[in-house]
């Protein structure tokens, strides 16, 4: 699947931007990155702001792409480089699996590098 790149930036500038204006989720939110809209109010972002590194293994998230992948809406992927440089996507984790009960609630959720979330799969820690 390919993705439609528009735009890349470092993490800690992204983060500032796409902060919800009020505490706590807010349906709606949004912020306009050059022609598109994209929603600032998602569990995924609210985790990264919480932290930016893989609880598994360290890496450190660096820069965000803003993308789309077949869906018409954008939404900000962020990535961190592994020991070789290579950009590794990090994404948000369930701690505790939704197959084993974990809700979709920002309490239960985590920062994982692709890697150690694929190794992880639907196991708890």
Known sequence: MAYDILIRLPVDYVLRQVRPKEKGPRKGQKIRVGPVFVNRSSVRLQTFQRSTRCVACGIEGELFSLERNGNPRYHFNMYGRNAYGHLILMTKD?????????????????????????????TMP
Do not use: F
């Not at 009960?101 to 692709?114: H, K, P, R, V």
């Open 94 to 122: 369930h701690i505790v699996p939704k197959s084993k009960g974990g809700s979709n609630g920002l309490d239960n959720m985590q920062t994982m590098c692709t890697k150690c979330n694929s190794k992880k799969a639907d």
